[in-house]
């Protein structure tokens, strides 16, 4: 599996990773599945635009992030107004590896791409994707690519 | 009662790619359970082990979100839309576990803790960063 991130959207993400340090930013990504695959199948998707979205955890937004179902409707408006699908989402990890944790596990939903982005002392660093398996058991990686 | 039960993107390829399902049912929850007697990969992604439906699974009936209405037990009526709709969650680890554990990687005061190797969570070594 492979994300295509567009340059301009690879730099909005770690933009707003580093402008909302130490909190956890959280944003949705738009494009397009290119070539189709599910978990462990070749599959190809772009990501063209995204859309930063508020955090809503305001009791521990350090190590939390949040998107409610209304942003999540918001989200997927926004993606068939511009003719794009509402691929997934990326958040950051202020001060922690960008790698899924058991909470992101336990709260994510299949088919979609999860974005993390590192940000160390307000510097983005790191940039992984991952898709959850069917049996909810872990996540595969994506491969990002810049375009 | 002949409902309508939309199903998001990212269920539906456990729902034979279907964006929505027509079901027969008098309650939300005979509509979730009628979902799921007929697509079972579904279950697991909608409800916890314990048989209650996950935090960041949320469902309307029309416009009405029945966490405010009569939750599962929601009576529906001829040609009512039952809509799943995700909220999404996420966040890294706390940085302090009880007694015992260790965290998988913390950065406190300046000092830089290793994280552990964990392949459930992706991570195949324990490298300094």
């Known amino acids: ?147 | 009662m002949a409902v309508k039960v939309m199903i998001p993107t990212p269920l539906r390829s456990y729902a034979g790619k279907r964006d929505h399902v027509e079901v027969a049912a008098k309650t939300v929850g005979e509509a979730l359970s009628s979902l799921i007697a007929e697509h079972g990969d579904l279950r697991r992604h909608l409800y916890q082990d314990d048989g209650r439906l996950r935090s960041f699974v949320n469902v309307y009936v029309n416009d009405d979100d029945i966490r405010y209405l009569q939750k599962e037990a929601t009576p529906l009526h001829d040609g009512d839309t039952v809509s799943i709709v995700p909220s999404i969650a996420g966040g890294t680890n706390p940085c302090h576990s009880g007694p015992g554990e260790e965290p998988a990687f913390c950065v406190k005061d300046g000092e830089k803790r290793i994280p552990r190797a964990n392949p459930a969570l992706g991570i195949k070594d324990a490298v300094e960063r």
Do not use: K
């Open chain 1, 1 to 147: 599996m492979r994300l295509r991130l567009l340059t301009d959207v690879r730099q909005a993400i770690r933009e707003h990773g580093a402008h909302g340090y130490p909190h956890e930013v959280c944003g949705a990504l738009l494009g397009r599945e290119v070539a189709a695959g599910g978990n462990g199948l070749a599959g190809l998707r772009e990501v063209t635009a995204v859309l930063p979205l508020e955090n809503r955890r305001d009791d521990s937004p350090r190590n939390r992030f949040s998107v409610t179902a209304e942003d999540v409707l918001r989200a997927e408006r926004a993606a068939d107004e511009r003719s794009l699908e509402l691929l997934g989402w990326y958040h950051s990890h202020p001060d922690h590896p960008a790698r899924p944790s058991e909470f992101d596990r336990e709260h994510a939903w299949p088919w979609y791409s999860y974005v993390i982005l590192s940000v160390a002392q307000r510097e983005p660093g790191e940039m992984t994707s991952w898709r959850l398996a069917d049996d909810r058991s872990g996540y595969a990686a994506e491969c990002i690519e810049v375009a």
